[in-house]
């Protein structure tokens, strides 16, 4: 399995587990799973997440959030695919920054909000769109 499907199949796993109203949800773990997940903690997406290591595969238990019985997180749209590599720098961030949704790119700095690569005058590879 490649790196963005494993991507891809982990934020669909968490947008499944909010529009199905879980307290929490499994994802395995990969290359991007801990930054992604401290990223979603920080913007206050999230509740939090703890690893768990019962078998040989490492897994993430996602504690979701939500508000007044709405989830948090609408639509998780993985942007970053096998064939299809999006790398934007921080004057073209600019363009694509909106208050309704939060883009994370993956950086030298490591995976940051398009906000954060902005201030920071960084570029990177797009991963996702959170709205």
């Known amino acids: 399995m490649s790196l963005?499907?494993?991507?891809?199949?982990?934020?669909?796993?968490?947008?499944n587990g909010q529009l199905?109203?879980?307290?929490?949800?499994?994802?395995?773990n990969n290359k991007y799973a801990?930054?992604?997940l401290s990223v979603l903690y920080k913007e206050g997406l999230i509740s939090g997440f703890t690893r768990k290591e019962?078998?040989?595969?490492p897994k993430y238990e996602v504690h979701l959030k939500y508000y007044k019985g709405t989830p948090?997180?609408?639509?998780?749209?993985?942007?970053?695919?096998?064939?299809?590599?999006?790398?934007?720098?921080s004057k073209d961030l600019r363009k694509l920054i909106s208050m309704s949704s939060i883009h994370l790119l993956s950086t030298v700095e490591g995976v940051?909000?398009?906000k954060e690569a902005?201030?920071?005058?960084l570029g990177g590879k797009l991963l996702c769109r959170i709205s």
């Open 112 to 114: 940051l909000t398009d």
């Open 118 to 121: 902005i201030r920071k005058g």
């Open 54 to 57: 019962e078998s040989n595969f």
């Open 34 to 36: 801990s930054s992604v």
């Open 20 to 28: 199905a109203n879980m307290k929490k949800v499994l994802v395995e």
């Open 4 to 15: 963005n499907s494993q991507l891809a199949s982990m934020l669909s796993r968490i947008q």
């Open 72 to 89: 948090l997180i609408n639509k998780l749209e993985c942007i970053a695919r096998p064939g299809k590599h999006i790398y934007k720098t």
